[in-house]
């Protein structure tokens, strides 16, 4: 068995990509001492939640990526705006799904109400998301109803699987 130092030293990061805060820094902090050949952070939110210190945190953070993968142009904005991420090391993939990969059943509406679903019924919302406290799926349940107080025929639906489907249904 070789020793701990030469097992070490043989094995070297070709690129160190963390997703989100806090990974960002420890992420970037690590592939720079590592010496890593590309240090890549993600950032998917307006970072609402962020106080100044954090903010500060993430702008050192971004600026020791070699790259920052946003999911939104509004996303890449903000980092460059408020976080003071270099504009060209922004870039933007988003979010998405496969159109050529995913089959829709057939007759997939079938589970629809036909009470809910009038054909004069012109405007519905709907949100995929994962029904968790983090998501709070509650606060669009909120703003559908002040939504349908104001516009009866507007529908909304939420999709997704999670702790707190029961209490939507």
Known sequence: REPRADRGAQARAGVVHASLFPANWRGALAGRI??????????????????????AVERAAT????????NAAAVGRFMVDVIGARADRIRVIPN??????YHP????????RPDLWRAETVEAVGAVMSLTPKK???????????????????RFVIAGEGPLRADLE
């Open 105 to 112: 059943p057939r007759n997939g509406d079938r589970n629809l």
């Open 96 to 101: 998405g799904v496969d159109l050529a990969r």
């Open 63 to 70: 600026r020791w990526a070699d790259a920052v993968i946003v």
């Open 34 to 55: 590592a010496r890593a050949p590309a240090v890549i952070g993600s950032v998917r939110n307006l970072g609402g939640w962020m106080g100044p210190v954090r903010r």
């Open 136 to 154: 709070n799926p509650a606060v669009f349940v909120e703003a559908a109803a002040r939504v349908i107080a104001a516009r009866p025929a507007v």
